[in-house]
Structures are given as structure tokens and as C-alpha cells.
């Protein structure tokens, strides 16, 4: 396991975070760590935005025959839906920012313990440990 953390963090251009034997958590190295991971990623996907927007623009054709009409609309739906998606979790990254500017980043929200490193390395967003995760998925699972 300990591989694929490092794997993630390296792909997306970032070494895991090495803690000292006695550091205090959050720290201002660690929220500087998670603060340039945070950012990077909110970069990385604005310029998918970008990126499809052009996309777009530049592919938008009226074909004569249906069949095509409706396989770009599809595939212009699909990309869409995709960026929406995006679009929420640039929001979740700007709340994280804010977390970090406050100086709550990193605690859970429920009940106020560490979140932990390697986690918000797995999930920079992440607002719940994981116990709390957990708990809050098994409600979800009873509720339907």
C-alpha cells in the first residue's frame, strides 16, 4: 500500500510528505505541502476547462447526416457532464484552500481528530477521517 501512496503522490508530480519523528500536525510545511497539491490540481483541471471550451468552439459542425449530429451531441454531452463534475470539485479544492487559510485544514469535521496525512495525500479534499467516513457510508447505505 505504502507503493501505491507514493505512486499517486509522484504522478501527480508531488513526493509523499516525510514527517519528522516529533512534528506537530499541520504544521507550516505540511499545510505549504498541501497547499501546493491543492493548487496544482485546481490548475490542472482549469485548463481542462479550457480545453474543452476550445474543444468545442472548434469541433461544433452541423452535419447533414443525423447520425452524426447525434454522436457529437453525445459525445458534447458526455464531456460536459464531465466538467460539471470538475467544476464541484474545483469548488471542493477552494474550500480546502480556505480550510488551510483558516487553519482547520487537515481536522475532522465531525468529530475534530487528525485526518492524517497520507489520507488527505489519497484525498486532499477529504473534510472526514476515516472513521467518520465510514460511519457516514454506512448511513448512507441504510438510507437507500
Not at 480545453?51 to 453525445?74: G, L
Amino acid at each position: 500500500m505504502a507503493d501505491t501512496q507514493k505512486e499517486g503522490a509522484r504522478a501527480f508530480g508531488f513526493e509523499p510528505y516525510q514527517a519528522g519523528t516529533d512534528e506537530e500536525y499541520m504544521n507550516s510545511e505540511q499545510e505549504t505541502h498541501f497547499r501546493e497539491i491543492l493548487l496544482a490540481w485546481k490548475r490542472t483541471l482549469m485548463e481542462e476547462v479550457d480545453r474543452t471550451v476550445h474543444h468545442m468552439q472548434d469541433e461544433a459542425t452541423n452535419f447533414p447526416d443525423p447520425n452524426d449530429r447525434a454522436t457529437q451531441e453525445s459525445e458534447f454531452s458526455l464531456e460536459l457532464r464531465t466538467r460539471d463534475r470538475e467544476r464541484k470539485l474545483i469548488k471542493k479544492i477552494d474550500e480546502a484552500l480556505e480550510r488551510l487559510d483558516e487553519h482547520d485544514y487537515g481536522y475532522c469535521e465531525a468529530c475534530g481528530v487528525d485526518i492524517g496525512i497520507r489520507r488527505l495525500e489519497a484525498r486532499p479534499t477529504a473534510t472526514l477521517c476515516i472513521d467518520c467516513k465510514t460511519l457516514d457510508e454506512i448511513r448512507e447505505k441504510q438510507r437507500g
